[in-house]
């Protein structure tokens, strides 16, 4: 059972909205990654990169489902690491599973800040990359304290501005048609030599990074008014809208571009732009595109801190992490130190090394979450839920064993070194003396 000393301690406020979170997952998975992976997706697939997006949304699905189904049934901050706790009853897989969201969160943080400090920023202003990605991590830091609302107000109006970027490639589409050019044929051609199915699978395996962030919403458990109810219909809405975006991105491209050209883009959806006759600024695009980074950065990093506080209230990280700023009722301690390690990070590795790493940490939590589900079937709560039926766990498990599969083996090396150091850091916390909460507590809790 919790300390009984903690239980007059400020808690976290439930001031998430439906239309608040909905914003929130959408703005997470609309991140930076799309306006460079269209062009990447292309040349796998051909121009029928709206069908490897159709695939990679229904792999996202099925996980999506899971969470949906352990939210509602446990809606506690933690999440992953609550959910393996309760179905796996092993203190050390519960920290795994745990660490591995936690040390992916940081990790794309530090990643997004590197994005940040790159090209687009020096469209505008030359300053040391490393220097620009510290400064915007604190920036980050300090709005993610200054509170929840405030932060995903920011995220409101941040949102907005990337899902501008995106429909104003579909616009700049539609203007190139109605000048009478564009070739619709481009949207069912697949790559030359390659079995279509193959070609789509591989392109998918691409396309599930474009709806990884969803996850990172079950974080906010604790948090969202009503979240039996709130939270399946903004899960399930976001996933579908960011869907119907990328796929009218991926057409409107092919429809513009030659497959070619696209392929061998690294900003593809400017070139878009450039070629629809819009006489759109060249510096908008990367005005938005810095948007997206700090968008996703900022979501990411409230997730992080969220998970740090769940985690120190299951004991399975120090208790200090557990602590409330009084007055704005923020994970003070936690802010602050998933923006250290984040800064750290920033040092230790490249953008594209630091994403590579964050995609296979996070296959190993939906792995987890997918087959808790059917492990906690059996685990009955007096509440009604949202409720999924058995197969799509199972296929989530198998669409993550395929993702798996496609990782090369310096990222398994790297994510197997962190995956270490999150060992240590547990065996020096079961030396010092703390026991995690063990399966009856959590009962306590849901009462």
Request: charged share 10%.
């Amino acid at each position: 059972m919790p300390d009984p000393k903690t239980q007059s301690a400020p808690t976290l406020k439930r001031a998430i909205t439906g239309s608040m979170l909905t914003l929130f997952i959408l703005g997470d998975v609309l991140g930076a990654g799309v306006y460079a992976l269209a062009g990447v997706i292309a040349g796998e697939v051909g121009g029928a990169v709206w069908v490897a997006l159709l695939v990679a949304l229904g792999f996202a699905l099925l996980t999506a489902g899971s969470y949906a189904e352990l939210v509602t049934k446990y809606p506690h901050a933690g999440a992953s690491a609550v959910f393996a706790a309760r179905a796996y009853k092993s203190p050390l897989v519960s920290f795994l599973v745990g660490f591995c969201m936690l040390a992916a969160a940081v990790t794309s943080a530090a990643g997004l800040s590197l994005a940040f400090a790159g090209d687009y920023l020096a469209a505008f202003v030359d300053i040391p990359a490393h220097v620009a990605a510290l400064v915007f991590l604190v920036v980050i830091g300090l709005l993610n304290a200054r509170g929840i609302k405030e932060s995903l107000s920011a995220n409101l109006v941040m949102t907005a501005i990337e899902l501008s970027g995106l429909l104003l490639v579909i616009v700049a589409a539609a203007w190139f048609l109605r000048g009478g050019e564009g070739d619709f044929s481009r949207v069912v051609e697949f790559k030359a030599g390659v079995n279509p199915a193959y070609a789509v699978l591989g392109a998918a395996l691409l396309a599930f990074y474009s709806f990884v962030g969803f996850e990172t919403s079950a974080n906010l458990a604790e948090e969202i008014r009503d979240v039996r109810k709130t939270y399946p219909r903004a899960l399930f809405g976001a996933l579908l809208i960011a869907g119907a975006i990328y796929m009218a991105v991926a057409i409107g491209a092919a429809v513009v571009m030659p497959v070619e050209q696209l392929a061998h883009s690294t900003a593809p959806l400017l070139e878009v732009v450039k070629a629809s006759g819009l006489g759109i600024p060249a510096q908008l695009f990367a005005f938005i595109a810095l948007i997206a980074v700090a968008n996703g950065a900022l979501l990411t990093m409230i997730m992080a801190s969220r998970l740090a506080y769940g985690m120190a209230h299951q004991r399975l990280l120090p208790s200090v992490l557990g602590g409330v700023l009084a007055e704005r009722r923020t994970p003070a301690a936690a802010i602050v130190a998933t923006t250290l390690v984040a800064i750290v990070l920033t040092l230790t590795g490249s953008l594209a090394t630091l994403a590579q790493t964050v995609v296979l940490l996070l296959l190993f939590v939906f792995i987890s979450t997918n087959l808790a589900v059917l492990v906690l079937r059996r685990d009955k709560v007096a509440a009604d839920h949202f409720r999924v039926p058995t197969w799509v766990p199972v296929l989530g498990v198998a669409s993550c064993l395929l993702l798996m599969s496609q990782q090369g083996a310096q990222t398994w090396l790297r994510a197997g070194a962190l995956l270490l150091v999150g060992v240590v850091l547990y065996g020096i916390s079961r030396a010092g003396g703390v026991k995690p909460l063990k399966a009856e507590d959590y009962k306590v809790m849901d009462s």
